[in-house]
């Protein structure tokens, strides 16, 4: 039991009507007297759905977590948020990260708890949870569902999202059967839990272990595996403690934790929707980050983890290599370890028992997967706002290249157009696509790796320069330009590129440039016109006029800072 008061006295404290309501209607489910004796209730924030395959198994993971809360003596109340499901959510889930964040924030504030668990897994649930409750700072931890089993088909080992990009190109180029391409279907995803590739889900999993807001382990034990429930109890029971402790959020989402986040980046070959969506958390807990701190922090620091889809391997073997605690030991010289993480420890205490059981999976320092794994942030005439391109993901033939640009005006012209056999393209054009940023798509679509033209695919060409304003799958690679900021639908000059413009590409000069005059690039911004919407109501109506540009994290711009947890006013 804590000294201090607990916000949920608020609630649950004294002999008043009031008290007398918000007492009596939680006993309908059951609860004793004394569970309102000034015992910490501990939030169990639940992206559970069926629609959200990633999250379907968190009804029973939940569980584990109450077990623990109980243990430690707290009270568990389990509430549903907004679910952003990557495989189903149309148009894109992301135009919901927001929307399930405002749905996190409102329902931490303003309901009687003294903190919260957050159960997080397929690619937006952790942004939207961490988003929401950085916006609040109650004492926070968070659970992530884990990763599905390795994949498999036909003998050998497939991973979420990479090979169905992979498979797919098959397909076109006819070197895959459509038969064999549905039979890969049920191989692919073999268990509860979200994609095992590095993709955005794990990665932003191992974003909030780096972040120092999970227990150790947490971002690889399998979904299905006994010790992710064993971690899901001692969650729980933490939880308790941090309440005694009032160690909040705000405690732990520090400068130094976001800047080890973006070393540990690197070091896994992180999907780049990492670096939006920790632009958008440190933005609600203001904590200064910028895209060049992308670049500056991670910079010289090697990927060590051969994981699909930079390299070899899934989650389930960096899991029994040892897991992100033996990643971070091996790049503990540049990370800063005194930080404390929500276990309470200092991250140096844990680094120093992890051991590396596997350095095939996870390689030494000095025998890295790609020398270069932090994200390189380009500007240049054709991205004044900046973009992104993950090196250890793209072509090294294609670092510096200049090439002539074939435009798309949206992801159905490209759809349209890609295969015909009559489009002017060679492996050393460059593809644009427009029109499929923040407020563009709306929600910025995930198709910044645009297929390959059919014709090139079939001459064994894989890999081009693509440039673009959407995001790119985590699970997905190439040389892939993306989050070109301002987007094409404000104006951006990605609108103003014509097919047949030049363009050249220097990743090491981090240099993006349109090869046209500043009187030509002023005279086609003056003829440019915006293209035509309608007025859109509801959500999408409130998200296009107030998204902010992905370069600074997509936020909503009302949403960013942290407005507390103060004890709303009563009604009743
Ligand atoms: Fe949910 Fe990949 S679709 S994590």
Redesign the pocket.
Known sequence: MTSRKLRSQAWFGGDDKDAFIHRSWMKNMGLPDDTFDGRPVIGICNTFSEF????AHFRGLAEHVKRGILDAGGVPLEFPVFSC???NLRPTAMLFRNLASMDVEESIRGNPMDGVVLMA???KTTPSLLMGAASCDLPTILISGGPMLNGRFKGRTIG??TDVWRFSEDVRAGRMSRADFMAAEAGMSRSAG??MTM????TMASMAEALGVTLPGNASWPAVDANRARLARMTGRRIVEMVQEDLRLSQVLTPAAFRNAIRVNAGIGGSTNAVLHLLAIAGRVGVPLSLEDWDAVGRGIPTLLDLMPSGRFLMEDFCYAGGLPALMAELKEVLETEVVTVSGRRLADILAEAENYNPEVIRPKDQPLCAEGGMAVLRGNLVPGGAILKPSAATPSLMVHRGRAVVFSSIEDLKARIDDPDLEVDETSVLVLQNCGPKGYPGIAEVGNMPLPRKLLERGIRDMVRISDARMSG?AFGTVVLHAAPEASVGGPIALVRTGDWISLDVPARRLELEISAEELEARRAAWQPPVELEKGGYEGLYVKTVMQATTGADLDFLVGCRGHAVPRESH
């Open positions: 959200t395959p990633c999250n499901g990557e495989s897994g397929c690619d979420s999202g979200h994609c993709g955005t889900a794990s699970t």
